[in-house]
């Protein structure tokens, strides 16, 4: 019960199925190396918050709800999948690319994050709320897609949508 916070001191985070039980948010924090971790069948009351330089992915079941995610270094890239909702609750800064696979839940990343690679989402529903200009990559919305940056838009890859696509910039 309570939250989790692992500080690694530099050293990479890896799990391959560890089943964690956690009535509130979990921090992952691996300074410069790589967070790699398969959340299948965890029970995360909060979110989840990660801290790397390196690449980094997330294997989970159900829903998930991104905390502060900072990955740092020129090209660090997020790979997320999951087969329930993905939100954010805190800012996520990957300057690399950023790939999200819902399956068929939805993706809801609106809390004025930084994605400067390309993004690529699938899901059901999908929205992106991007700070700066934003690079899609392959878009795969089986319902709406909505993308807000606060500069230019680019496609970079295909992109469905089951609606029509509704993008701000």
Same mark, same amino acid.
Not at 108 to 116: A, F, H, Q, V
């Given at each position: 019960?309570?939250?989790?916070?692992?500080?690694?001191?530099?050293?990479?985070?890896?799990?391959?199925?560890?089943?964690?039980?956690?009535?509130?948010?979990?921090?992952?924090?691996?300074?410069?190396?790589?967070?790699?971790?398969?959340?299948?069948?965890?029970?995360?009351?909060?979110?989840?918050? /990660?801290? $790397? +330089?390196?690449? %980094?992915?997330?294997?989970?079941? &159900?829903?998930?709800?991104? !905390?502060? @995610?900072? *990955?740092? #270094?020129?090209?660090?890239?997020?790979?997320?999948?999951?087969?329930?909702?993905?939100?954010?609750?805190?800012?996520?800064?990957?300057?690399?690319?950023?790939? /999200?696979? $819902? +399956?068929?839940? %939805?993706?809801?990343?609106?809390? &004025?994050?930084?994605?400067? !690679?390309? @993004?690529? *989402?699938? #899901?059901?529903?999908?929205?992106?709320?991007?700070?700066?200009?934003?690079?899609?990559?392959?878009?795969?919305?089986?319902?709406?897609?909505?993308?807000?940056?606060?500069?230019?838009?680019?496609?970079?890859?295909?992109?469905?949508? &089951?609606?029509?696509?509704?993008?701000?910039?």
């Amino acid at each position: 019960t309570g939250s989790l916070t692992l500080t690694s001191n530099n050293i990479a985070i890896t799990s391959s199925g560890s089943v964690l039980s956690v009535s509130g948010g979990v921090v992952l924090d691996a300074g410069t190396k790589a967070v790699s971790v398969n959340l299948s069948g965890s029970k995360i009351g909060g979110s989840l918050g /990660i801290i $790397a +330089g390196v690449d %980094s992915t997330v294997i989970a079941t &159900g829903a998930l709800d991104l !905390g502060t @995610v900072t *990955l740092t #270094g020129a090209g660090v890239d997020l790979a997320v999948t999951t087969t329930g909702n993905v939100t954010d609750s805190g800012v996520v800064t990957v300057p690399g690319t950023t790939s /999200i696979n $819902a +399956g068929s839940g %939805s993706i809801t990343l609106d809390s &004025g994050s930084i994605y400067t !690679g390309n @993004v690529s *989402l699938i #899901g059901r529903n999908v929205a992106l709320s991007n700070t700066i200009a934003t690079n899609l990559g392959a878009i795969t919305a089986t319902g709406t897609l909505s993308i807000t940056s606060s500069s230019t838009i680019d496609d970079n890859g295909l992109i469905t949508a &089951g609606g029509l696509p509704r993008c701000l910039a």
